[in-house]
């Protein structure tokens, strides 16, 4: 079993920057890829992030890619998503999520455990 926690959410202007993490539970951490997905009101939860269990291969939504980076610290059980150049849509609540690395990484499915959420709000 694998409990997720993130943090770092809040209001921040459009142009700056947020670091969420991740803390994770459970032994089996370092053998799961990490995902980061975001939902708004009325819509289905979106892709955003994710990385394989060695750190190695990070993958990346089209609407985020060139300003958020996922990275994953296996000692600590964190994984973390620094987001720079923030922008309104951008406002969502953002989920962590871990599963067993079977090389896909983009789909809900492929992970069994969530976090609770952790609300990020862009102004303009």
Known sequence: QVQLVESG???V???GSLRLSCAASGRTFSSYAMGW???TPGKER????AISWSG???YYADAVKGRFTISRDNAKNMVYLQMNSLKPED?????CAGGIDSGSYYYTDSYAY????????VSS
Do not use: H, K, N, P
């Open 9 to 11: 959410g809040g209001l």
């Open 13 to 15: 202007q459009a142009g």
């Open 37 to 39: 997905f975001r939902q």
């Open 46 to 49: 979106e892709f955003v992030s």
């Open 56 to 58: 190695r291969r990070t």
């Open 91 to 95: 406002t969502a609540i953002y989920y």
């Open 114 to 121: 969530w976090g609770q959420g952790t609300q990020v709000t």
